[in-house]
């Protein structure tokens, strides 16, 4: 008899979640070489006058690093579910670049209005999200949770 309803197994992503995986890390590692390379002044905007770094030194370092991940996230889907909590973490900790972006009413990227510039930070939450679903570490987190491991996540 053949099964018509085969069990899927939850621990490993679609091939949906996996094809925005790649499409995430290509975007970072695109992203990645335009600080270095093509678009190096635009990423100084992002930069927030109050870092107590370099802009220069903050644009190439956070190109290497979104290089790394985006590569990281792509070609080592072993990895994913740590990659993709580490990649959420880096969508938080440059969210003050863009914040900075919105206050000081820089204008980089094309983003030349208030408003412009308010779509670009919501947009920033999406990502956060999309790598942990498209990673499977939402998942991998939620089926980790015991009865015991619930009552210690709410106090």
């Given amino acids: 008899m053949i099964d018509v309803d085969p069990v899927v197994d939850p ?22 070489l335009s600080h270095l390379f093509w678009a190096r002044s ?5 930069v ?11 644009v190439v370092l956070s ?8 590569a990281a996230v792509a070609a080592l889907p072993r990895h994913r579910v740590l990659l993709g909590w580490v990649l ?3 969508f938080v900790a440059v969210f003050p670049g863009n914040v900075s972006q919105y206050v000081d009413h ?27 679903w498209s990673t499977g570490a939402w998942t991998a987190w939620r089926a980790s949770a015991t009865p015991a491991t619930i009552s210690r ?3």
């Avoid at 635009?42 to 992002?46: L, M, P």
């Fill in 48 to 58: 927030p006058g109050w870092m107590p770094l370099d802009a220069e030194l903050v």
């Fill in 42 to 46: 635009e990423f100084h905007a992002q």
């Fill in 106 to 132: 820089d204008a980089a990227f094309g983003l030349d209005s208030d408003r412009a510039r308010a779509v670009h930070l919501a947009f920033q939450p999406v990502l956060v999200a999309l790598a942990l």
């Fill in 11 to 32: 621990s490993e992503p679609s091939a949906v979640q996996h094809g925005v995986r790649i499409l995430l890390g290509a975007a970072l590692v695109f992203a990645g």
């Fill in 88 to 90: 959420a973490a880096f």
């Fill in 153 to 155: 996540r709410r106090g």
């Fill in 63 to 70: 190109g290497v690093v979104e290089i790394a991940l985006g």
